[in-house]
DNA sequence: CTGAAAGCGCTTACAG
DNA sequence: CTGAAAGCGCTTACAG
């Protein structure tokens, strides 16, 4: 590998000219340049961006601290935030936490000793004081799916509103006896769905059965289980929305096994807008969040405050709903 | 942030030692070390990747180059490959490519100058020409799902042989009038994958009617019109097996859009093992990748190399069948 | 417009 | 067992 010094030699000038050619900084004689250029060229050389971020303190990389990959709704948020860095000229570092607290914490130390610019906490199980804390010793942080109320960059989605879209669209396809299938309540999502879901049904002015409340685990199995509670009431709903697509799925499972199907006999809503409800049938109705969206606001957000943007921003994007053939009532309402 | 300076000053000792302590190499007095220790506590010392990497060569990074990390077979890779990274106490610098040749080319060029001791390239379209060069300015490369033939390390899985085990499940079975929705030309993969069915079926004795092979483009609606050119052949066939799981999807969907069913219609197989095949009515029957493995492999791969490995492997891995409902027979063979 | 020098935060022989 | 010095490959004031 060519060093500037290689470089240098060649062109017969000095490592700081070859260095302001390079860069673009200062001023160079434009003959003097282009015999550096030239240089450059027939050396293949490239500039160690180890030996520039010692000096300058900008790595041109980001970490992305995110749950699981391999889980449906992570991929996306690592590729708009991808996309957005590469068009930037940055580097993406993916760390996988398992939505464990340890991890996360280990890979913040790593990613501080690394020279991140800024780092993006996807779902992160940190307290708000320790994520202040974290802040003081640490680059830019912005955390995504997770309300913060403190100073710290924040990028979520309307769950209030998404659950409305989904409770709001059930009510107008004549359904009045609506369950939720809520995810765990440990989660500030699935508190928030739930939370939207009570709230629309309040304004339409329709009292909320408990028993049309279950508590799911966000995954098929409990979507499943809680589909099989509601079914076995003696009064069953006409309608569930699920806070997320796996259980909606579960549910639709759930139904099928039992000889029943949506929306024929109840109308099923997920939540997410993961693939899969696009391949499903009967084809899911859910809310769609702007996942992709997220990754590319929270890097945009991080570059910013690089530049020098001093004020915090917590960012929510709306989701949207999608409808399917899991919800629509073919009776007419 | 505090440097080794900081912590050699305040435990009253030279920078070299304290080098000397937190690397563990040579000797030093159990006081001394205790003092220093004392001081790397005191003011959260955390030791700089980047002057360490400038010095040693080994930055603790791989780069990680795919196509696109929202195409469902690549989370699998990515999370392998960071798994076993983490397990060294390496990072994984992920960058989509998009298929694309150039992206392709301009991360491996970035990842160079960041300093990156190791690439995995996924699906790489560089020829093997270019590879071979750019592996002599570059860190140890790993290629994933390419078969290479020279000296570069790569990690396939045997697709030949899965599609032996798709056809063969099928004449196992019963069914003889075996189709084939192939995949692109273009992809090697594609083109395996139709030689494991040729193969099977002469094997078995059995001729393949040209009209039962029909070319799809690895996509779900590739796979409806195939299906659906199946269909309208004056004999179709009894079961077809489908170069990759999206065509599978879509080959059930045209089924299910003309009244017909699998397996009682025809049975329908895939090749992949995402997700999908799980939640899909009937479950898929389909040949499962080691995606994860392959990313793990990758790695352990380089990390070899890096210790000093010189030999270099080709290692093939085997996928497996997963039989769902999609082609069994019910009325027995 | 150009170059010499210092320095970024480490590691690594080399003396002692 | 410990420290002074050189050096990794750059950038950045500072002279000139």
Chains 1, 2 share one sequence.
């Not at 004689?29 to 160690?48: I, M």
């Not at 303190?57 to 992570?74: K, Q």
């Not at 940055?90 to 130390?109: A, H, M, P, Q, V």
């Not at 299938?181 to 879901?197: H, V």
Request: hydrophobic share 40%; net charge negative; proline share 5%.
């Amino acid at each position: 590998m060519a060093t500037i010094k290689d470089v240098a030699a060649l062109a017969g000038v000095s490592v700081s000219t070859v260095s302001r050619v390079i860069n673009a900084s200062g001023y160079v004689d434009s003959k003097t340049g282009e015999r550096v250029l030239a240089a450059v060229e027939a050396l293949d050389y490239r500039p160690s961006r180890i030996a520039r971020t010692l000096v300058t303190r900008r790595s041109g990389t980001i970490g992305l601290i995110l749950p699981d990959i391999t889980n449906p709704f992570f991929p996306e948020v690592a590729r708009g935030a991808e996309d957005e860095a590469y068009r930037h000229g940055y580097n993406l570092i993916l760390c996988n936490s398992d939505w464990k607290l340890e991890k996360e914490t280990l890979y913040l130390g790593i990613l501080r000793q690394q020279c991140v610019e800024g780092v993006i906490l996807v779902s992160t199980k940190l307290t708000e004081e320790r994520l202040t804390e974290e802040c003081r010793s640490l680059p830019p942080l912005v955390v995504i799916d997770r309300t913060i109320t403190l100073d710290i960059h924040s990028i979520s989605s309307n769950n209030v509103g998404g659950a409305a879209l989904a409770t709001k669209h059930l009510l107008v396809q004549g359904y009045r006896r609506i369950a939720h299938i809520a995810g765990p309540a440990s989660s500030i999502s699935a508190r928030q769905r739930l939370e939207g879901y009570h709230r629309t049904m309040a304004e339409a002015g329709l009292p909320v059965d408990p028993a049309l409340v279950v508590e799911g685990d966000y995954r098929l199995g409990g979507g499943k289980k809680a589909m099989a509670r509601l079914l076995a009431l003696t009064e069953p709903p006409e309608a569930v929305f699920c806070a997320n697509d796996m259980m909606a799925v579960g549910a639709l499972e759930q139904l099928q096994e039992s000889d029943r199907c949506a929306p024929a006999d109840m109308a099923v809503v997920g939540y997410d807008g993961i693939d899969l409800t696009r391949y499903v049938h009967p084809r899911l109705t859910t809310v769609i969040q702007p996942t992709y969206q997220m990754g590319e606001r929270a890097v945009q957000l991080l570059l910013e405050t690089i530049k020098g943007n001093e004020s915090f921003q917590h960012i929510e994007l709306e989701p949207r709903l999608a409808i399917g053939d899991s919800s629509v009532r073919r009776d007419g309402p």
